[in-house]
């Protein structure tokens, strides 16, 4: 499925791509910021209830955001294992030390971590690529070449997971995959490096013969407007981080990283 699959239908794609990025951006600062449960878990709950109220809901528990469900817990439970000690011991095993404080720091990093990847997971699942790149040459005026590169680079990211199972099937068919998962995995990346790179080189090439790489200005077929409704979500964005920063500063939990 490719990215531009998930799209039609779904609320929030006709907003530019560029309003979307940019109301995560408040909340990633405060969450970044601190390191405490509360700010993060209130961000949560703000993050549950405007998607499941726009009709986004459904994208919350969908296979896409697994891996922010799965990463998160992990990512804390490395900071429980191996985070900075403090309080008292709960478990100690060679460089191992569970503490009070680790634990702490293992479920605030937890919590942290879905609170800024689920809403940027789910609002880039309603995100067109040409969208995207309409709104980064004509909202933020950036050069077109960059965008249009990086458009191009986005629509090939569809492809990496066919080309993954090309290169399994392709591997087991010649014997060469059969080998320990480690080095089977290992092996099949460097494949898929080295098939990204000569792709890219194509690309690049065909499209500097088509004339994408000249100077000057470029027209674009789809205007790129920014009106109201981006505001109001850019909005809903700082709204989130601000309520989440006063409750955490309210019940004394703001814990400002390099205090």
């Known amino acids: 499925m490719s990215i531009a699959s998930v799209r039609p239908g779904l609320p929030l794609a006709a907003v530019n ?14 969450l970044i910021l601190t390191l405490d449960v509360v700010s993060a878990s209130v961000a949560i709950v703000c993050e549950l209830l405007v998607f499941s109220l726009i009709g986004l809901g459904g ?3 969908s296979p896409r ?16 294992l191996y985070g900075s000690p403090s309080g008292e011991v709960l478990w100690d095993f060679g460089v191992i030390h569970v503490t009070e404080g680790s634990v702490q720091i293992g479920v605030a990093t937890t919590v942290r971590v879905i609170a800024i990847a689920l809403p940027a997971v789910v609002l880039f699942l309603t995100i067109d690529p040409t969208d995207l790149a309409d709104g980064l040459a004509q909202t933020l005026k950036l ?5 249009l590169g990086a458009l191009a680079a986005l629509r090939l990211v569809g492809s990496a997971v066919d080309d993954w199972r090309t290169l399994n099937l392709a591997r087991r068919a010649r ?8 080095r089977r995995t290992l092996g099949q990346a460097f494949s898929l490096l080295v098939l990204s790179i000569r792709r890219g080189g194509i690309l690049a090439t065909a499209m500097e013969a088509r004339g994408f790489g000249a100077e000057g200005a470029r027209t674009w077929a789809r205007p790129a407007h920014f009106g109201g409704t981006e505001w109001i979500v850019i909005g809903v964005g ?7 920063a006063t409750v955490a500063v309210l019940t004394g939990s703001w814990n400002v990283i390099w205090s």
């Open 59 to 61: 994208l919350l528990w």
């Open 65 to 80: 955001t697994l891996p922010v469900w799965i990463a998160a817990p992990l990512t804390g439970i490395s900071m429980v």
């Open 238 to 244: 700082c709204l989130t981080a601000a309520f989440s």
């Open 17 to 30: 791509p560029v309003a979307k990025v940019a109301a995560t951006v408040p909340l990633s600062i405060v």
């Open 143 to 147: 050069p077109a070449r960059f965008v």
């Open 175 to 182: 014997g060469i995959g059969d080998t320990g998962m480690i």
